[in-house]
């Protein structure tokens, strides 16, 4: 199946904690660590409770309490920062870390700079495609042939970066929009989306790759990777109780995927997690939504239940076209949840591998 593994880890806040786990991960034989990249997010006791850390710092100190597993952001943007200072930042990883780390990219949102009005929201996806650019252009610069780039958004007059990764790390992009998807399949190496169903993302996916053949590219260059709310114990329900409430969260802030799973009422009233600045009364909105969302619909998007459950559902994705399995464990059970795919899991697929 060759399907590899990766792991988000979630647990803002901890420092120590989430430096640890990645070294669980590691030892439980995934391939990559991925972490959220917030600058700003309200501190909310149903959905976000705890102080988002700076994901570039905490990559740096997982790759050096770590040998072997990738590194990359799920996902940062060009917003906050300049893509050549990411160009950068990523290229110091990289080296320090023996080639291991690699990018993720998004258009960003709303919420992360609302409390910064100098830095605008707006055209996120034209900046994204335009910071792709600079950051591809300054990795192939040399002092003979420096970069050049006039876009409407970024500018670059004759710049070497003279300190380069080991080896050009791979740019996934995350996204899920019509234009997203075309400028994925034009420009990404990869798609790391945050929460699909395998028939959403079979959809998606399909469409990535009819705009790789209109730009002249071979689709299976393009990594199809899913990054999934994952829960496992022997006692299947208790696992699938631990994802409830913060996916029927989730699910009303991506209007276009409840509309995509079929629940257009209540599309017609979720949010668009672009766009939302959670302020109190969007939260209070949000819940009440929430709350309305059938289990069938977080059934749908998420990993959950016995091994035997979670390697079927899995098999699922994998028919839909994912390569990359990145899968979201809670804090409340995370160790459970690693464990059985160091057991269980992960030994399954690789033995179906032959």
């Known amino acids: 199946m060759n399907l590899r593994f990766g792991c988000q880890i979630i647990t803002y ?3 120590w904690k989430t430096i640890q786990y990645a070294v669980l991960v590691e030892k439980a034989g995934f391939d990559i660590v991925s972490l959220p990249d917030h600058l700003f997010h309200p501190l909310d006791e149903r959905f976000l409770k705890d102080p988002p850390w700076d994901v570039y710092t905490l990559l740096t100190a997982i790759g050096l309490n770590t040998k072997r597993i990738k590194l990359t952001p799920g996902v940062s943007d060009v917003l906050r920062r300049h893509p050549a200072t990411i160009a950068h930042t990523i290229a110091t990883i990289n080296q320090l870390t023996n080639g291991r780390a690699v990018l993720a990219l998004g258009a960003g949102e709303a919420f992360n700079l609302d ?12 900046i994204l495609e335009e910071g792709i650019k600079v950051i591809r252009l300054l990795w192939d610069s040399t002092r003979d042939k420096p970069a050049s780039f006039n876009g409407r958004y970024f500018k670059l007059k004759d710049a070497f970066l003279s300190f380069k990764p080991i080896r050009k790390p791979p740019i996934y992009i995350g996204g899920y929009g019509p234009r997203m998807r075309k400028i994925i399949g034009v420009l990404g190496d990869g798609w790391i989306p945050w929460v699909e169903s395998p028939k959403t993302y079979r959809k998606s996916i399909e469409d990535i790759y009819i705009h790789a053949k209109k730009a002249g590219r071979n689709p299976e260059d393009i990594d199809a990777a899913a990054m999934i709310f994952t829960s496992i114990s022997r006692d299947g329900e208790k696992a699938k109780q631990v994802l409830v409430a913060r996916t029927r969260t989730v699910l009303a802030l991506r209007n276009r995927l409840l509309k ?20 109190k009364e969007q939260l209070d909105k949000l819940y009440s939504i929430a709350d309305r969302i059938p289990l069938e619909a977080v059934e749908a998007v998420t990993v959950a239940g016995t091994p035997d459950e979670a390697i079927g559902k899995i098999e699922e994705y994998i028919k839909a076209g994912v390569k990359l399995f990145i899968a979201i464990p809670f804090p409340i059970n995370f160790e459970e949840t690693i464990s059985h795919f160091e057991k269980q899991v992960i030994p399954y697929f690789k033995s179906n591998e032959a």
Request: hydrophobic letters at 40%.
């Open 115 to 126: 409390p910064i009005p100098d830095v605008k929201w707006d055209k996120p996806a034209s």
């Open 13 to 15: 806040g901890d420092i």
């Open 260 to 279: 995509d799973l079929g629940y257009e009422k209540l599309a017609e009233e979720a949010f668009d997690i672009w766009k939302i600045t959670f302020t």
